[in-house]
Structure formats: C-alpha cells, structure tokens
C-alpha cells in the first residue's frame, strides 16, 4: 500500500547535540501527515555534546525508543531497519559522512528511506561550505524564504543540483500570543548563548549591564536563561559559563538564572534580549518584545548582523531608559517568523514533497552528494575517516562496534570516557590555554 495511503511514518532521527535533537523530533512531527501515527526512534551521536539525560528531559521532544550510537553502529542500525523518513540533525560534516555511509549501506536495496536534513536556526557563517556538506539529501530543509533562495543560489552556483532545497520554518515555533497578561511582575530574560560572545570580558560586561538593570528596574524580574550547566555541553563549547561569572556580580533579589524549555520561559516573559540566539525568533513570533544587542558591535562573528532591517536591534542604554523595539513586518516575513498566522501551513510543501518521493515507482534513486573522491579528494576522505568510514562510505578496519551491539561494559566504559573528556574540554583546556597567555 502507498505510502500516502497509510497515515503512517516510522521515522528515524540522528542527532549530535540537544539542540539538534530538538530540531530533529519536532521537524519529524512536523513533516508528518495530520493525523498519521508516528513511530519515532531517536538516534544520538556519540561525541562531545552527546546530550544528558537532564537536557533530553528539558528538550521535552518525545521518542519511542532513544539510544546512543556511534556513525557505524548508526549505518548498521540503517540497513536492517525499514523506515520511512530518516532526519539527519548533525553538524555538516556529520551529514556528509552519514550520506557517504548510508550510499554504501544501502547499494543493491530496492527501497530506501527519504532523507531529510537542514538547520536548526540561523544560518549566519560558513554558509556555502554547511550547505555542500549537507547536499546528496532528499530534502535540505530552509526555515524561510530567505535562506531558501540563499540555498539554491549556492547549489545552482557550483552547478549542483538544487531540487532538494524545501522552505519550512523552525519546527519550535508556537506558543500563546504575548499579551502582558501573565500573573508575574513585568520580566525581562536575556537568552544566553554558549559560544556568543566567547571572550571573558565581553561575557562580563553583558552580565555586568543584566544585573545593572535588575538594580535599575526593582519593580521588574531580570531573569538569566542559560542552555545548560556546568560540565554539559551544547552544539557549541562553553568555556566560561555565566553561572561562575555570576558569582562575582552580587545581583539584586529580583535577579535569577532560569533552566528550562525556552517556550515556558517565554509564557511569562515581557522583553527578550539577547545577541543573536535563534530564541529571538521564538519570541517574535509570539509577538514578545525583542531586542537584540548592539552592545559589542553588529558583526559577524556574533550573528547579530542577520537582524539588520529587523527593527530589533537596541543597546541596554536604550533599553534601560524604556526603548521597546518594534520589529518589520516584512523582515519577519523573510524569516519564516509567521506571527499572522500562517505557520500552520509552512510543512506543508516538505509534506508532499515527502509523500511524493514514498510513493516514486520504483523507488529512490542512490544519494547522490556534490563531493565525491572525484570532486573533493582533498576534503572528503578526512571528513569521512573522521566517523571511521573509508571514501566510498564503507566502514574503515577497526571502526567502533561496527559489526556488533556494544555490550554492558562497553558502554560504562564509554560513559566514563564521555565523562572524562567533557571534563578536560571544560575544565583543563581553559586553564592551559590561559597559562598559555600569561
């Protein structure tokens, strides 16, 4: 029976990070049809950020069954499951590596999953390298209009195939309409970011003005939302976390750090600040208050520069003095930001793009990525071999459990590894390099 005709998805999610596992499970729960019954396993990435149990559980994206895997115990998994869709919410090289592997697990198999990958914000650097990295997929995904149109200039540029770019939205947006009617004092969150700025002084200042403004504003609740806590990792590395700052900075009774999912801090909040986290566009679409900080420069490297013509941009002077900015509307309406309504219906060209492809007689042609040994020699084969996998995707002599489930004792040695090295990248490598300095 087709595919269309079932209401039904079994789909596969891998991730690298607990953000990306976010975008992964909601983007499948997206891409489904209305109605479908939608067999979810969730697929977790053994490295650095490999999510705990504290940030899946804050995450609150459910999963039939979730396990860690390296990439060739991932390619295994692969080619004995049968699902429909597979989403590959990894880094772009992660992707790459993944697509070589799963061309390689899945020759000679008649039908083979869709496979769908993107980003899980905004796309704001290494733009053309994430996105070759990320071609060879069914769909590559673009949370708006304009990053689609980014998309296809830069495939159609390197004469690559262009077909696969499908404009979405981000798959966490949603959430009541702000409306000021919370049953809270009037509160102000800053949306902490692990790696922007990453610079001691540039972190200290922020949370200098945060807690200056707590102390101006008593009648108000300054909230700090941070991503995770010491000694856990996110997509990016924290090395000097604002919970250790903050123990320098004194703050007022009406300051606090907050945890949590970004969408009930959201319920109560009446101003969002922040550089250029992607929880800016959480807030915009329900209509909160945003400001985003030009403090330390609109640049870059801090991501901050995607908000020009938005109308959000503000410093905390301004702020301070009661500025409450007033975002374009058609600057959101680039941004897949659709606070008029019509994010209901932005899944639904990747929901019959994705139906159509399940039902393709015959079924799906192999994966066909830009870089090949042919294309890339020089950049491919490293990008591979990084997740044990030779250049024709095949799993590399002595790749990790990739014949085999990891037993009882490889996995406690593996957590205590984890362990050990998120400790040194945390811990250690700030210190030396701080020495280093001196």
């Known amino acids: 029976m087709p595919a269309s005709a079932t209401k039904a998805r079994r789909i596969a999610v891998l991730a690298d990070s607990d953000t990306r596992w976010k975008w992964g499970a909601l983007t499948a729960s997206r891409i489904s049809p209305d109605g479908a ?31 860690e895997v390296t990439a060739a115990e991932f390619l295994r998994a692969m080619a004995q499951e049968s699902y429909d869709v597979l989403v590959l919410a990894l880094v772009g090289g992660g992707v790459q590596a993944v697509l070589h592997g799963l061309r390689h697990a899945w020759q000679g198999r008649t039908g083979r999953p869709v496979v769908v990958t993107g980003y899980v914000g905004v796309v704001y650097e290494k733009l053309t390298d994430g996105l070759l990295l990320r071609h060879g997929a069914d769909l590559v995904l673009a949370n708006s209009r304009q990053d689609a149109d980014r998309f296809r200039a830069v495939y159609e540029g390197v004469g690559a195939d262009a077909s696969a770019v499908t404009e979405v939205a981000l798959p966490f947006l949603g959430g009541a309409e702000h409306t000021g009617a919370h049953g809270h004092p009037y509160t102000v969150v800053f949306a902490a970011q692990p790696s922007v700025p990453d610079g001691r002084r540039d972190r200290t200042y922020l949370l200098d003005r945060l807690v200056r403004h707590a102390r101006r504003h008593p009648e108000r609740e300054v909230l700090l939302k941070l991503r995770s806590k010491p000694g856990e990792h996110t997509t990016h590395i924290e090395e000097l976390p604002y919970q250790k700052l903050v123990q320098k ?4 009774p009406n300051f606090r750090l907050v945890y949590g999912h970004m969408g009930d801090v959201l319920d109560r909040t009446d101003l969002l600040v922040t550089v250029s986290s992607t929880a800016a566009l959480e807030a915009l679409h329900r209509r909160v208050p945003t400001a985003v900080l030009t403090d330390l420069g609109v640049r870059e490297s801090l991501g901050n520069h995607h ?5 959000c941009l503000a410093s905390w002077d301004q702020l301070d003095d009661g500025r409450l900015p007033v975002p374009d ?36 042609p192999p994966l066909s990525p830009y ?15 990084r997740h044990h996998l030779a250049p024709d995707g095949s799993p590399l002599p002595g790749a990790p459990a990739g014949d085999r489930e990891p037993g009882p004792v490889r996995q406690i040695v593996r957590r205590a590894a984890r362990g050990a090295y998120r400790h040194g990248v945390q811990r250690v490598a700030p210190v030396i390099r701080r020495m280093g300095e001196l």
């Open 307 to 311: 908000f020009t013509g938005s109308g």
């Open 371 to 385: 870089y090949t040994p042919v294309t890339a020699p020089g950049y491919l084969p490293g990008i591979l071999a």
């Open 37 to 67: 019954d939608l067999h979810l396993d969730g697929y977790l990435l053994r490295g650095r950020a490999t999510p705990t149990a504290r940030q899946l559980a804050e995450v609150g994206a459910d999963a039939d069954s979730l396990r």
């Open 249 to 252: 900075a004194d703050p007022p």
């Open 329 to 364: 509307p058609a600057w959101l309406a680039r941004q897949g930001v659709a606070a008029d309504g019509s994010y209901a219906t932005a899944f639904d060209t990747a929901r019959a793009r994705i139906t159509a492809l399940l039902d393709r007689p015959g079924g799906l």
